[in-house]
């Protein structure tokens, strides 16, 4: 028999249909133009050599599928303001690819840069000096000495001293040794290497790490280098029981003595998930720096002056201070806050900003007079500062009046920039009042700011802000649209998006009469994008977007997924439910110990609020969540049961009683299941009431009603949410008929957010709701 005559039909992938395949091979096209959307990470501004103009240094990203990374570039531009009207940037022809780098941080006078390359493997770390023209000093760093440089954003502490000799850093300490065994047994006082075919070597003791994007990494230590000769000290007297991150160094002094001032977390008793987690004591401590002593321009380098110098604990009476930053004139350090998480239980609340004054001899105190400069807004009126919501600060964020700082805080769904003078509290919102679009802090240039705003239909752009006035009380700030390569995309995303439009909806609270604060009694916000016009009178369908949390924010900022969802047509809505940060204090704690109902109300009430304005049809109604935003999703299909016709869930939290003891933050299901009580109720071993109510306030209490058809995203790594956690949910709606699709991800933890899987996320989605969505 001849095989060649009885060829099968082709084999398609698991999961995909031949009435499938045309869409995703379609979406998957459109989502690549979509991904392919560069980001701004960061940016700096330099003086320029000739003292006129200036330049800017952009590090830009990009995801690279087929390498299943970001690619970095560097891209310059020489900035040239010819009045508070007019700006020029003529930017660089190509962009740098910085291969291999895993941070980049300019020295103080910007004439250098320090390249950080981490290893993938048991590589020396390198620390690569450049000068304008060339590589001045390249340093390898074995692991003997410490592992990889925090270059994660919060432990991430890398700084260079005032004359640029010695840069200070945090690194992962060496791995403690491990027991070594031979054909005899132990190994008494021998340490094995990799090349001893002789023996082997154990595990040792356990150590416990940080969590979620923390996975092997324990310790967090400080170290100085010397840029002139490479050598490396750690930096004496800190306890094994703290982590440290965050330093910087401390201005001149008069006297012979350098500190450092950095954040330290205690690890008694445990080590908790860290990770989107400020509810996590930390104090700023002092701490003097080693001493390097020069002999004919050779560095050697000696511990500090003071055997056993101490470390001083600068904020004993505050439960939270982070983010340390010195005024420019030196005489007082400021810092953030999140005293409101620490002492609720909240994982995220609203900040409070303070200062410390710095003394010019350098006799340092413990602890510190604390000054609060921005206090927690409990509940403000309508229109005005709701309080601070700020991710970071910059490396100088400073006015040149020396105490006006500018930072990026959310306000309602949108982040906005304002200006705050550390003196008096004065806080101003200097990005356009009337603006709904997001505005995100890249660098001061003088007096000037370089920041890009962004909406959900319109991709970013550089703004340049002139400062205007700033003589007088009202100061006002002149915003110019500046041309980029930046955020090129194709002509027909830019057709898709400029038939979008967006807004931003205040949803009235239900029952105002079961609200126990003003805060929790006022609106909430959502985002709602839309078609700029109705086909024959008849609404897209619509998706309800959940974020996480659930103390964050979904803000009305440019996102690559929801653009290209929406671009399929699709509107969206997008819920800041009560909970959410940027509306004060008493909004947020309102959701403690009603999670399950009162968020799960607020949505559902946004819902019929779109509905009844005739922006959506009840017919035709998908939703989307993650983390807590996939709680709030299974909870939906269970408690609404008629109201979605598909649903997906990313890394789900769908049963609280079994979450409890596998997840890295175990306090958090106290918290919100029992609300303020939760922090003091914790404990490592639940009671039978304990998971009975846990199970109450799970969406897998209400799995009988469940109909709705529901893709589940899971990342098999994710210490967060446990991949069981949504496996079990997945497989009891299974079970009971309903249809479920599961997609699991290998490598990835709690985001999903590797180029490869976010793509293969959001392709899913998008064709599993237009089989649902008519």
């Not at 047994?185 to 001893?196: M, P």
């Not at 703290?242 to 690890?267: D, H, K, N």
């Not at 989107?276 to 050697?300: G, H, I, M, T, W």
């Not at 969206?572 to 110990?593: C, D, K, M, T, W």
Request: charged residues 20%.
């Amino acid at each position: 028999m001849d095989a060649s005559k009885d060829a099968s039909p082709k084999e398609l992938p698991l999961g995909l249909d031949a009435s499938t395949e045309e869409e995703y091979a379609s979406q998957s096209k459109l989502l690549q133009e979509f991904t392919s959307i560069s980001s701004i990470d960061k940016a700096w501004t330099f003086k320029s050599n000739s003292g006129m103009g200036s330049q800017a240094m952009f590090s830009i990203s990009q995801a690279n599928l087929l390498a299943n990374k970001r690619r970095k570039f560097i891209l310059s531009a020489r900035i040239s303001k010819e009045s508070n009207s007019a700006v020029n940037f003529q930017w660089a022809q190509f962009p740098i690819e910085m291969g291999g780098v895993s941070t980049t941080v300019p020295s103080p006078s910007g004439s250098k840069l320090l390249v950080i390359r981490n290893p993938e493997n048991e590589s020396p770390t390198r620390f690569e000096i450049w000068g304008q023209g060339q590589v001045e000093k390249e340093f390898h760093i074995p692991q003997s000495v410490h592992g990889s440089v925090y270059t994660d954003g919060w432990f991430e502490g890398i700084s260079w001293n005032s004359d640029e000799t010695l840069i200070a850093y945090v690194a992962e300490e060496p791995s403690p040794s491990k027991p070594v065994f031979s054909g005899l047994g132990y190994r008494k006082g021998s340490a094995s290497t990799d090349k001893d075919s002789g023996s082997w070597k154990g595990q040792g003791e356990w150590e416990e790490d940080w969590g979620e994007t923390y996975a092997g990494k324990k310790q967090p230590a400080l170290f100085v280098i010397s840029t002139r000769s490479g050598e490396i000290q750690s930096v004496k007297g800190i306890a094994k029981s703290l982590s440290v991150g965050q330093v910087v160094w401390a201005p001149s002094t008069e006297g012979p003595s350098r500190y450092l001032v950095f954040v330290g977390w205690s690890s008694d008793p445990r080590k908790l998930g860290i990770k989107y987690c400020y509810n996590r004591p930390c104090a700023l401590y002092a701490v003097q720096a080693p001493v390097y002593k020069s002999e004919a321009d050779a560095f050697e380098l000696k511990d500090s002056p003071i055997e056993g110098s101490q470390v001083l604990n600068l904020t004993q009476s505050i439960s939270s201070a982070f983010y340390p930053l010195f005024s420019p004139d030196g005489r007082f350090l400021v810092f953030l806050s999140a005293k409101s998480s620490v002492d609720s239980g909240a994982h995220s609340a609203t900040e409070s900003l303070h200062k410390i004054d710095w003394p010019v001899n350098g006799q340092l105190s413990s602890p510190a007079k604390i000054v609060d400069v921005i206090p927690v807004v409990q509940c403000s009126e309508d229109g005005c500062f709701p309080g601070l919501y700020c991710s970071e600060f910059l490396r100088n964020p400073w006015l040149s009046d020396g105490c006006s700082m500018i930072l990026s805080s959310v306000w309602g769904s949108s982040q906005v920039l304002i200006s705050v003078n550390v003196l008096n509290g004065d806080v101003k919102r200097i990005s356009p009042a009337d603006s709904k679009f997001s505005w995100n802090l890249l660098a001061l240039d003088g007096d000037n700011v370089i920041a890009v705003s962004s909406s959900p239909v319109d991709l970013p752009e550089i703004r340049y802000g002139c400062l205007v006035e700033k003589a007088t009380t009202n100061a006002a700030w002149n915003w110019l649209n500046i041309s980029s390569p930046i955020f090129r995309c194709s002509e027909k995303v830019r057709s898709l998006l400029s038939s979008r439009q967006f807004d931003i909806l205040k949803i009235p609270i239900k029952d105002v009469s079961t609200c126990l604060t003003k805060g929790s009694s006022k609106p909430f916000e959502a985002i709602f994008v839309s078609s700029n016009s109705k086909k024959n009178g008849v609404c897209d369908p619509l998706i309800v977007m959940l974020h996480g949390g659930p103390h964050s924010a979904s803000l009305s900022s440019f996102s690559k997924s929801l653009a290209f969802l929406s671009s399929i047509g699709y509107s969206l809505l997008i819920v800041n439910y009560r909970g959410s940060i940027g509306f004060g204090e008493e909004a947020l704690q309102s959701l403690p110990g009603k999670i399950g109902s009162q968020d799960v109300n607020d949505v559902l009430t946004a819902i019929d609020h779109v509905i009844d304005m005739g922006l959506a049809s009840p017919s035709s109604i998908a939703v989307l969540g993650g983390s807590h935003g996939g709680f709030l999703t299974t909870h939906l299909i269970g408690q609404a049961p008629d109201k979605f016709v598909a649903a997906a869930a990313r890394n789900p939290v769908c049963n609280l009683a079994s979450m409890v003891g596998t997840t890295d933050i175990p306090d958090w299901c106290y918290v919100e299941t029992y609300g303020l009580d939760g922090k003091h109720k914790f404990t490592e071993a639940p009671s039978a009431e304990d998971l009975r109510l846990f199970y109450s306030k799970s969406p897998i209490s209400h799995i009988g009603k469940v109909k709705t058809p529901t893709i589940f995203l899971i990342g098999a790594q994710d210490l967060r949410v446990p991949m069981s956690n949504g496996l079990q949910y997945a497989r009891a709606l299974k079970e009971k008929g309903v249809e479920v699709k599961i997609l699991m991800f290998p490598n990835d933890i709690h985001g999903i957010d590797r180029p490869q899987s976010d793509f293969e996320s959001f392709l899913n989605i998008g064709v599993w709701f237009k089989k649902y969505c008519k």
